[in-house]
């Protein structure tokens, strides 16, 4: 079985944009507005106005939490290097808990 490829951010943008694209064409043809409707047509005004900001803020939520997992990396780091017992409670009590959670409760016949 082939797996689909992952989209790339430019992927997602260019597809957002071809979306956007086809529905201003839609907007264009007066058979179309009859049908459409003044608020559908709004809508898609704000839409082709907002996705040009798309791609920064894509990118600025990208580099945020790159930041935060690279904090949280580096905390967990300090934590297993300077309190590994304290880290293996942990693990310990998280699998227990998983443990339990996943169990749901049945019964053992």
């Keep these: ?3 689909k490829p992952i989209k790339t951010e430019e992927m997602i943008i260019d597809d ?3 979306g956007v694209r086809e529905l201003g064409e839609l907007t264009t043809n007066s058979n179309t507005n009859t049908r459409l409707g003044e608020k ?3 809508a898609i005004r704000r839409l082709e106005r907002a996705l040009p900001n798309v791609k920064g803020r894509v990118s600025d939520w990208k580099q945020v939490v790159g930041d935060k997992a690279k904090d949280a990396g580096e905390h967990l780091e300090d934590l297993a290097r300077n309190k590994p017992w304290h880290l293996a409670g942990w693990a310990v009590g ?3 808990v998983l443990g339990v959670l996943l169990s749901g409760g049945r019964d053992r016949d």
């Design 40 to 42: 559908a047509i709004s």
């Design 16 to 18: 957002l944009h071809e």
């Design 94 to 96: 998280i699998g227990l």
């Design 1 to 3: 079985m082939q797996r």
